[in-house]
Nanobody
Protein backbone atom coordinates (compact mmCIF):
# COMPACT_ATOMS: atom_id res chain seq x y z
CA UNK A 1 0.00 0.00 0.00
CA UNK A 2 0.90 3.64 -0.34
CA UNK A 3 0.62 6.27 2.39
CA UNK A 4 -1.04 9.53 1.41
CA UNK A 5 -0.97 12.98 3.02
CA UNK A 6 -3.15 15.81 1.77
CA UNK A 7 -2.45 19.51 2.17
CA UNK A 8 -3.59 22.83 0.79
CA UNK A 9 -7.07 23.07 2.23
CA UNK A 10 -8.36 26.20 3.91
CA UNK A 11 -10.95 28.93 3.93
CA UNK A 12 -11.64 30.80 0.70
CA UNK A 13 -14.34 33.11 -0.54
CA UNK A 14 -16.74 32.05 -3.26
CA UNK A 15 -15.13 32.50 -6.64
CA UNK A 16 -11.66 31.92 -5.26
CA UNK A 17 -9.17 29.16 -5.90
CA UNK A 18 -7.26 26.53 -3.96
CA UNK A 19 -4.75 23.89 -4.96
CA UNK A 20 -4.76 20.69 -3.00
CA UNK A 21 -1.71 18.46 -2.91
CA UNK A 22 -1.40 14.82 -1.99
CA UNK A 23 2.06 13.48 -1.24
CA UNK A 24 2.56 9.74 -1.48
CA UNK A 25 5.20 7.58 0.11
CA UNK A 26 6.78 4.60 -1.54
CA UNK A 27 8.50 3.89 -4.82
CA UNK A 28 5.43 2.63 -6.66
CA UNK A 29 3.43 5.85 -6.83
CA UNK A 30 3.71 5.97 -10.61
CA UNK A 31 1.89 2.64 -10.88
CA UNK A 32 -1.24 3.90 -9.11
CA UNK A 33 -4.28 5.63 -10.44
CA UNK A 34 -5.14 8.52 -8.13
CA UNK A 35 -8.41 10.08 -7.16
CA UNK A 36 -9.91 12.90 -5.17
CA UNK A 37 -13.13 12.46 -3.23
CA UNK A 38 -14.97 14.75 -0.85
CA UNK A 39 -17.42 14.45 1.98
CA UNK A 40 -19.60 17.27 3.23
CA UNK A 41 -21.20 17.20 6.69
CA UNK A 42 -24.16 14.85 6.75
CA UNK A 43 -23.55 13.63 3.22
CA UNK A 44 -22.04 10.59 1.59
CA UNK A 45 -18.51 10.69 0.27
CA UNK A 46 -18.54 11.55 -3.41
CA UNK A 47 -16.14 11.26 -6.29
CA UNK A 48 -14.51 14.45 -7.59
CA UNK A 49 -11.74 13.58 -10.04
CA UNK A 50 -9.35 10.80 -11.02
CA UNK A 51 -6.18 10.44 -13.04
CA UNK A 52 -4.54 7.37 -14.50
CA UNK A 53 -1.06 6.22 -13.51
CA UNK A 54 0.41 7.85 -16.61
CA UNK A 55 -1.58 11.05 -16.33
CA UNK A 56 -2.99 10.60 -19.83
CA UNK A 57 -6.50 9.78 -18.68
CA UNK A 58 -8.60 11.90 -16.37
CA UNK A 59 -12.21 11.73 -15.23
CA UNK A 60 -14.30 14.35 -13.50
CA UNK A 61 -17.59 14.48 -11.68
CA UNK A 62 -20.07 16.77 -13.38
CA UNK A 63 -19.76 19.16 -10.44
CA UNK A 64 -16.01 19.49 -11.09
CA UNK A 65 -15.93 19.74 -14.86
CA UNK A 66 -14.65 23.08 -16.12
CA UNK A 67 -13.63 24.25 -12.64
CA UNK A 68 -11.27 21.60 -11.23
CA UNK A 69 -8.14 20.10 -12.74
CA UNK A 70 -6.39 16.99 -11.52
CA UNK A 71 -2.73 16.48 -12.34
CA UNK A 72 0.21 14.48 -11.10
CA UNK A 73 3.97 14.67 -10.91
CA UNK A 74 5.35 11.16 -10.66
CA UNK A 75 8.86 12.46 -10.05
CA UNK A 76 7.57 14.15 -6.88
CA UNK A 77 5.13 11.40 -5.88
CA UNK A 78 2.41 14.03 -5.76
CA UNK A 79 -1.06 14.49 -7.17
CA UNK A 80 -2.79 17.85 -7.30
CA UNK A 81 -6.30 19.20 -7.50
CA UNK A 82 -6.55 22.75 -8.77
CA UNK A 83 -9.93 24.16 -7.81
CA UNK A 84 -11.14 27.37 -9.39
CA UNK A 85 -14.43 29.28 -9.20
CA UNK A 86 -15.16 27.70 -5.87
CA UNK A 87 -18.71 27.63 -4.57
CA UNK A 88 -20.08 27.26 -1.03
CA UNK A 89 -21.35 23.80 -2.04
CA UNK A 90 -17.74 22.73 -2.59
CA UNK A 91 -17.25 22.91 1.18
CA UNK A 92 -16.15 19.46 2.35
CA UNK A 93 -13.28 17.38 3.58
CA UNK A 94 -11.28 16.37 0.51
CA UNK A 95 -9.60 12.99 0.41
CA UNK A 96 -6.85 11.69 -1.82
CA UNK A 97 -6.94 8.02 -2.78
CA UNK A 98 -4.77 5.54 -4.67
CA UNK A 99 -5.87 2.51 -6.63
CA UNK A 100 -5.14 0.23 -9.56
CA UNK A 101 -7.56 1.83 -11.99
CA UNK A 102 -11.26 2.17 -12.58
CA UNK A 103 -13.99 0.77 -14.78
CA UNK A 104 -16.45 2.97 -16.59
CA UNK A 105 -16.80 5.43 -13.71
CA UNK A 106 -14.36 5.81 -10.77
CA UNK A 107 -15.85 4.69 -7.49
CA UNK A 108 -14.62 4.55 -3.91
CA UNK A 109 -14.23 0.79 -4.16
CA UNK A 110 -11.61 1.24 -6.92
CA UNK A 111 -9.25 2.88 -4.43
CA UNK A 112 -7.61 0.97 -1.60
CA UNK A 113 -5.43 3.59 0.05
CA UNK A 114 -6.75 6.82 1.51
CA UNK A 115 -5.36 9.93 3.12
CA UNK A 116 -6.70 11.60 6.24
CA UNK A 117 -8.33 14.45 4.36
CA UNK A 118 -8.02 18.22 4.22
CA UNK A 119 -10.81 20.66 4.99
CA UNK A 120 -11.98 23.07 2.30
CA UNK A 121 -14.42 25.76 3.35
CA UNK A 122 -15.91 28.18 0.84
CA UNK A 123 -17.68 31.20 2.27
CA UNK A 124 -20.45 33.02 0.44
Amino acid sequence: QVQLVESGGGLVQAGGSLRLSCAASGRTFSSYAMGWFRQAPGKEREFVAAISWSGYSTYYADSAKGRFTISRDNAKNTVYLQMNSLKPEDTAVYYCAAGRGWGSIPQSSDFGSWGQGTQVTVSS
